[in-house]
């Protein structure tokens, strides 16, 4: 069953032909909503037309923000004071809170996300010290996540710069070209459970401890990992000294490892849906691959608030400095917006299937839909 995504209007759509690539800065862009071409009531605009009317949303509103870091870390703390009592009464009970601080983990980790894009603050000094703190709570060393995440904002949907923070995805016919062991690995890579599970637990645990695939870019990136490190061990030294090992497996554990598990479902969903986009360099652009290759993914209210928005993928991909908590004014206010590649959660689970991407089909399939492909 295919999953149905709508697409944006075919003339707003991005040609196959090769178009100039320009640079989506992570700090400002070169187009001003005073440049808009369109009027408001437009039923179809290019990815480029987006990046003009979207920048009238871009500027944080710095009570907002703060309040929006309180109302966060407030619970975060409260609810690991609960499950620290709780220990002394059921540790199933302890066991429990601590999934539940998974969602606050997560949203933590989103704030950080944003103040990476210096989406959160207008002062960048401020951005980044708030994220280096929070980099802490999510095991995540800022400085180091940034400078991936932004690669990943820059190459999205290019198929000749795969393999940098973003999910391996074959295409066709480089997996017909596969030796038997490179299809085993890569169908093992692909499947759930590694996806979901093993992935998320090595990226947190074991990858975020050094600045990974930036080893000999500059010494600021194994301060942030080495300083991440030793923030983390001092802070499960303490546990260690009040109560054991008890909250380390109980509490710390399972909330790190179901946030991670939960964070990379939504990093999946944001781009390997049936109909997204991927160009080589030739002919990839980059407001294009913004737009068409990321999910409006529509979850339920609540789900929405502990996301910070994360689901709105399209817009954030296509304008970065747009605050969290502005994205569902951007998708009210503009309707081909709202039900451009929206997926629910019903149907975002069938997106599991997919594992190649089809040159000839432009989509991507499942392994059981390339074995009916003909030779």
Sequence with gaps: ?????????DAARPAHAATPALSVSETESPLTATQDPAA????????????????????????RSAFEVAISVGPFIAIWGLALWALQVSYLLAFVLGVVNAAFVL???????DCGHGAFFANKRVSDWVGRALGVFTMTPYDV???????????????DKRG?????????AEYRAATPLQRLMYRLYRHPVVLF????????????????GLERAGAIYWVSAMGTNLATLAFLGALYAYAGWAPILLIFLPSVLVA??????????????????????????????????????????????????IGIHHVHHLYARIPYYKLPQVIREHAELAEAQRLTF??????????????EQRRLISFKAERALPA
């Design 1 to 9: 069953m295919n999953v149905p995504v709508q697409r944006l209007n």
């Design 40 to 63: 408001d009531g437009a039923k179809t605009r290019s990815a480029q037309d987006w990046v003009r009317v979207l920048a009238r949303y871009r500027d944080p509103d710095p009570a």
């Design 107 to 113: 949203r933590l980790f989103l704030i950080q996300h």
């Design 145 to 159: 996540w940034r400078r991936t995440h932004s690669a990943h904002h820059a190459s999205t949907g290019n198929l």
């Design 164 to 172: 940098f923070g973003d999910v391996h995805t074959m295409t066709v």
């Design 197 to 212: 599970g093993l992935g998320p637990a090595y990226l947190f645990l074991l990858q975020n401890r050094i600045p990974y």
């Design 260 to 309: 991670a598990t939960i964070g990379m479902w939504l990093f999946y969903i944001q781009h390997q849906f049936e109909e997204t986009y991927w160009e080589g360099d030739s002919a990839w652009q980059i407001h294009d691959a913004a737009l068409h290759g990321s999910s409006h993914y529509d979850l339920p209210p609540l789900a929405r608030w502990f996301t910070a928005n």
């Design 346 to 359: 019903r149907e975002s689970l069938s997106c599991v299937k997919f594992h190649l991407w089809d040159e």
